[in-house]
Antibody, heavy 121, light 110 residues
Framework: QVQLVQSGSELKKPGASVKVSCKASGYTFTRYSIIWVRKAPGQGLEWMGRINTYTGTPTYAQGFTGRFVLSFDASVSTAYLQINGLQTEDTAVYYC??????????????WGQGTLVTVSS | QTVVTQEPALSVSPGGTVTLTCGLRSGSVSTSHYVSWYQQTPGQAPRTLVYNTNTLSSGVPDRFSGSILENKAALTITGAQADDESDYYCVVYMGSGIWVFGGGTKLTVL
């Protein structure tokens, strides 16, 4: 079945970097974009950006430019979210999801299980 | 400022009907915004309920429905059940490959 499996929780110090992975299975990886979503404590979902796994083009939401880098390695069907210069405000659960876009379907599905990134000194 | 607006909180009685809305701070929501709706319970990943404004995702009970109501997207739950108590988010396609989530609605069933 179509599935996204994310890497485990991370505890980082301010200023460090983190790279979260999202491994896809059950479909052709390069046919569907991967999106990333942040869920900070007590906050709502925020759409961070998308990586087109066919062209390699990333698109970032306002507020997620500069320190945030989306990438992928098609040979292992894995997308990555890297956050540089971590700040305590980056503490959140980060989700990846497939943009399921075909025929008349356009949705984010399925979702990864989420990766908790905690930034603390 | 929130570009996509949702009611912060709503409540519904078991068996009752409730409508959650998803609007734009400026302008109207239309089918061209390809609105989808997601349900999230604490500690869980979001679950797709409705996409393309009004198409029910597979496996979602038909007590959920999506529509456009008075320039906003709407998610209606008819015959609410206790396990519908969740956070609900809409997401709107803004063009140029950018989507924006609404702030979410916390639905209480009581």
């Amino acid at each position: 079945q179509v599935q996204l499996v994310q890497s485990g929780s991370e505890l980082k110090k301010p200023g460090a970097s983190v790279k979260v992975s999202c491994k896809a299975s059950g479909y052709t990886f390069t046919r569907y974009s991967i999106i990333w979503v942040r869920k900070a404590p007590g906050q709502g979902l925020e759409w961070m950006g998308r990586i087109n796994t066919y062209t390699g083009t990333p698109t970032y939401a306002q507020g997620f430019t500069g320190r945030f880098v989306l990438s992928f390695d098609a040979s292992v069907s894995t997308a990555y979210l890297q956050i540089n210069g971590l700040q305590t405000e980056d503490t959140a659960v980060y989700y990846c999801a497939r943009r399921d876009y075909h025929d008349s379907v356009d949705r984010f599905d399925p979702w990864g299980q989420g990766t908790l990134v905690t930034v603390s000194s | 400022q929130t570009v996509v607006t949702q009611e912060p909180a709503l409540s519904v009685s078991p068996g009752g009907t409730v409508t959650l809305t998803c609007g734009l701070r400026s302008g109207s929501v239309s089918t061209s915004h390809y609105v989808s709706w997601y349900q999230q319970t604490p500690g869980q990943a979001p679950r797709t309920l409705v996409y393309n404004t009004n198409t029910l995702s597979s496996g979602v009970p038909d007590r959920f429905s999506g529509s456009i109501l008075e320039n906003k997207a709407a998610l209606t739950i008819t015959g609410a059940q206790a396990d519908d108590e969740s956070d609900y988010y809409c997401v709107v396609y803004m063009g140029s490959g950018i989507w924006v989530f609404g702030g979410g609605t916390k639905l209480t069933v009581l």
